[in-house]
């Protein structure tokens, strides 16, 4: 029987307890197991970074609400992302990347992996013809973020994969910022799916954790083994709590949206405001081809502010409701200034942020008290 998302979000990989009932799947907090003899784990399990139940119930439930055949949980998005380079990529290897990419993004590129000879090109991922440029024979992964963080462009995941598998590249889709309740990249022809658990799935601003996501067995191979291998692994209560945030997620995200949309419209009028960037703009560029693979189009908005950086520094100073900080995707809103913030890494690069940028996580509040901490902060 096929299901809907919210069925899988709340019961795949988390049927009741068969010892005691539960409804809830318990925490198996613990490093090892006991074995019936040498070489036969009593129920395939022996030590908790290559396996745990608990974190077996997140992965599989991932795996259901994003349409693939496996997911694999770590410690982080980043850990994921680092996991997903090291096993797909050897030094000399190139990889596209988008030219507004998030900054931890950007820097685990050009910070870590590039110092064991891995290449990397900027590119416009809104643009097929700019992707298809910056291909070449060694290209391995064709990485695209939709929408992208903080700018909230939009690449044509299914355009993109056909250009990648083209040139014998991957295609890897971050989809923290869409969520799998309104965007499923596998479905459109990606080959690894990433997230930063930590955002939206989660949902509550409590766990941090990361995923990854593929159909093909023999990468999904490699991934778990480099995952058990280089040990980034998502912790047992993380991996319960990381679970209980995906039960609500189709009714936050519809939610959030409802309230990101309601904050766009104020945002358009307020002559303190530049340009208002989202997807769901008939304006925007990337709208038609959101509208065609999103399902919304999300609770993430960012603003330039008309008075230049300061301007918008002073706004996220000024914010009370919206809470000044970093991440994303809790239940609660906040604003945040990119390039003196989660984008600092970017400075001086080509994925440089413009200094008069402001991204807010519109939470799931009343939104006409969001609304009137958002006129207060652009007051001048």
């Known amino acids: 029987m096929t299901h809907g998302f919210e069925t899988l979000a709340i019961h795949a990989g988390q049927e009741p307890d068969p010892a005691t009932g539960a409804v809830v799947p318990p925490i198996f907090q613990t490093s090892t197991y006991a074995q019936d003899a040498v070489g036969h784990p009593r129920r395939g399990y022996e030590y908790s970074r290559t396996t745990n139940p608990t974190r077996d119930a997140l992965q599989e439930c991932l795996a259901a609400i994003e349409g693939g055949r496996r997911a694999l949980a770590f410690a982080s998005g980043l850990a994921a992302e680092d996991t997903l380079l090291r096993t797909v990529c050897r030094p000399g290897d190139h990889v596209v990347i988008p030219d507004d990419a998030y900054g931890g993004t950007y820097r ?6 590039e110092r064991w000879g891995l290449e990397f090109t900027p590119a416009s991922i809104h643009s097929v013809d700019a992707v298809r440029a910056a291909i070449t024979d060694r290209t ?3 990485w695209l973020e939709t929408p992208t963080n ?3 462009g939009i690449a044509d995941i299914a355009a993109l994969a056909q250009v990648a598998h083209d040139r014998g590249a991957l295609l890897v889709v971050d989809n923290t910022f869409a969520s799998p309740y309104l965007q499923q990249p596998l479905h459109l022809g990606a080959d690894v799916v990433v997230h930063s658990t930590t955002k939206y799935i ?14 093909d067995e023999e990468l ?3 991934l778990a083994f480099h995952q058990n291998a280089m040990g980034a692994v998502c912790g047992p209560f993380d991996a ?4 209980r945030g995906i039960k609500t997620l189709g009714v936050r995200m519809d939610r959030h949206c409802d309230n990101a949309e309601k904050v766009v419209e104020f945002l358009s009028r307020n002559k303190a405001v530049r340009q208002v960037l989202y997807p769901g703009l008939p304006e925007h560029h990337g709208h038609e081809i959101a509208a065609k693979q999103m399902r919304r189009f999300g609770g993430m908005v960012s603003f330039r502010a008309a008075g230049g950086e300061e301007a918008a520094v002073e706004i996220c100073n000024r914010a009370k409701l919206f ?3 970093e991440s994303l995707g809790g239940v609660e809103s906040l604003i945040e200034h990119p390039g003196r913030m989660t984008h600092a890494s970017a400075a001086g690069s080509p994925l440089e942020v413009p200094g008069d940028l402001v991204r807010l996580s519109v939470g799931i509040e009343t939104i006409d008290d969001l609304l009137a901490d958002l006129e207060q902060a652009l007051a001048r």
């Open 108 to 113: 685990l590129f050009a910070k870590v992996a």
């Open 240 to 243: 319960w709590l990381t679970m």
């Open 323 to 325: 809470v000044l900080g």
């Open 202 to 215: 989660g949902g509550h601003s409590d766990v941090v954790g990361g995923a990854l996501v593929a159909d």
């Open 220 to 222: 999904l191979g490699r």
């Open 150 to 152: 903080p700018l909230l």
């Open 140 to 142: 391995k992964l064709v």
